[in-house]
């Protein structure tokens, strides 16, 4: 069974930059989409980014300040976060849609602080 996991969350000041990382334990075949969600403290999962074949899009809230790269030759998606502000606390989870199904890893926590 392949597994994503994300890394690069932590505590970071308003106006600060973080960068994740989404790395999967094995291939995934006919990937379609790659992206990153996130869940705010008492709120549902929301959309942040994707890549596609097609480009990428970008959730309103961050759009500007967030850029989503990849997959690089290993396969590993990126969210660069900049600009950081306290309303973009979460869980952030990598995603991955493939032909065989969507991949979730078990999220990375991101804290920016007032």
């Known amino acids: 069974q392949v597994q994503l996991v994300e890394s690069g969350g932590g505590l970071v000041q308003a106006g600060g930059s973080l960068r994740l990382s989404c790395a999967a334990s094995g291939n995934i075949p006919s990937v379609s989409v790659m992206g990153w969600y996130r869940q705010p403290p008492g709120k549902q999962r929301e959309w942040v980014a994707i890549?596609?074949?097609?480009?990428?899009k970008y959730a309103e809230s961050v759009k500007g300040r967030f850029t989503i790269s990849g997959p690089d030759a290993m396969d590993r998606t990126f969210l660069q976060m900049n600009s950081l502000r306290p309303e973009d606390t979460a869980v952030y989870y990598c995603?991955?849609?493939?032909?065989?199904?969507?991949?979730w890893g078990p999220g990375t926590q991101v804290t920016v602080s007032s």
């Open positions: 995603n991955v849609l493939s032909s065989r199904g969507t991949y």
């Open positions: 890549v596609t074949t097609a480009g990428t």
